[in-house]
């Protein structure tokens, strides 16, 4: 799951929220697989494209934010903006959507996929009907997209998560990790290199002891949080890598014993978190733009559906604000690097 955006740059949180996306090895081999893009030796006028944006879910506060920000990119160029989507994050929610804007012929589908490999079968049917495929924030099987845009590299971040927790237990003591869903490819990936970290001699003394899935809900996310603390009464820390689950983590914690005991950090937007900050409850989180991952989302779907690009590494396009943005390997475009809000920081923010 629109605020002001402006004053942010270019952040790369999460949760989504974490919700809150994912990054995808590349491999020669999803190269060789990925759908052939064709040059277009006309470029398409704006006012005859389409751009249909597919979260995970329609009622995400950071899909809402996000997808704000792909509509003012896609309709300030002149296109048409279209929204669909599930209200439960699950695998196979989004196929029927996919199947719908296919049978509409929409120029370009930009989807945050709940499972990377559920979703792959459509998104083919509609890439051989013409249709270009951009991925946002969590990504579908390399060879289902021609252009994936990564809110930051994932191996940074899900390491900086555990650093940043480790800093507020003393990097000692039990703690688990709130994700969404257990197929989300993003939370996936950053959990992938959590563990790694924690392998890293500095994190001895720290143990996981839990992956919970609060399947991007508010009130399962909520239990599921109640239910860490009661099977695991010394925890010391919980890592929330989805702007849902930390909302509903920091909600339980808020207002129970473990306050100021049991630390909690992740991916959450400023306003969402801000009074658990000032009240003590988060000592700080990370984030990067929603606003701006979906605008470039919406640029990307315009360049490569108006035939500026074909998705090919090395291809360059305009993104508004952001500036002239590069397709890297594997069809990847990044937004940047995260930012880390704690109470000096949080107020210099409003989204």
């Known amino acids: 799951m629109p605020r002001s955006i402006g004053r ?88 029927p959507y996919i199947n719908t804007l296919t049978t509409q012929k929409v120029s370009a589908i930009v989807i945050s996929a709940n499972d990377a490999n559920a979703v792959a079968p459509a998104l083919k049917k509609a890439a051989d009907a013409g249709i270009k495929v951009v991925s946002y924030d969590s990504d579908t099987a390399p060879d289902a997209r021609q252009i994936f845009i990564n809110q930051a590299n994932s ?40 563990k790694d970290e924690l392998t890293k001699p500095e994190y001895s003394k720290m143990k996981l002891v839990k992956v919970a899935y609060g399947n991007d809900d508010d009130q399962k996310s909520f239990q599921e949080t109640q239910g860490l603390l009661q099977a695991y009464p010394d925890l010391k820390g919980i890592i929330s890598p989805t702007t849902v689950g930390i909302a509903a983590a920091a909600r339980y914690l808020q207002s129970s014993k473990y306050k100021g005991k049991v630390q909690l950090t992740g991916l959450g937007t400023p306003n969402q978190l801000r009074k658990f900050v000032k009240d003590g409850t988060i000592q700080a989180f990370e984030l990067w733009d929603p606003g701006k991952l979906g605008a470039l989302a919406g640029y990307a779907a315009l360049a490569i559906s108006s035939g500026e690009i074909t998705g090919a590494e090395g291809d360059k396009f305009k993104a508004g604000d952001m500036g002239e943005k590069t397709v890297g390997a594997n069809g990847e475009v990044l937004l940047g690097p995260p930012t880390v809000f704690d109470k000096n920081n949080i107020d210099d923010f409003d989204f």
Do not use: H
């Open 8 to 95: 942010i740059g270019i952040l790369a949180a999460a949760l989504a929220l974490a919700s809150c996306g994912s990054t995808k090895d590349s491999t020669d081999k999803d190269n060789a697989s990925k759908p052939a893009a064709t040059a277009t030796t006309a470029k398409k006028d704006a006012s005859s494209l389409t751009v249909a944006f597919l979260p995970k879910q329609l009622n995400n506060p950071y899909f809402t934010i996000s997808d704000d920000g792909g509509k003012k990119a896609v309709e300030g160029a002149g296109a048409k903006f279209q929204r669909v989507g599930p209200s439960e994050a699950t695998a196979s929610a989004q196929v």
């Open 155 to 194: 191996e940074d971040l899900g390491r900086s998560e555990v650093q940043t927790l480790a800093k507020q237990i003393n990097n000692e003591g039990q703690i688990a990790i709130l994700s969404a869903s257990a197929n989300a490819t993003n939370q996936n990936t950053w959990i992938k290199f959590m």
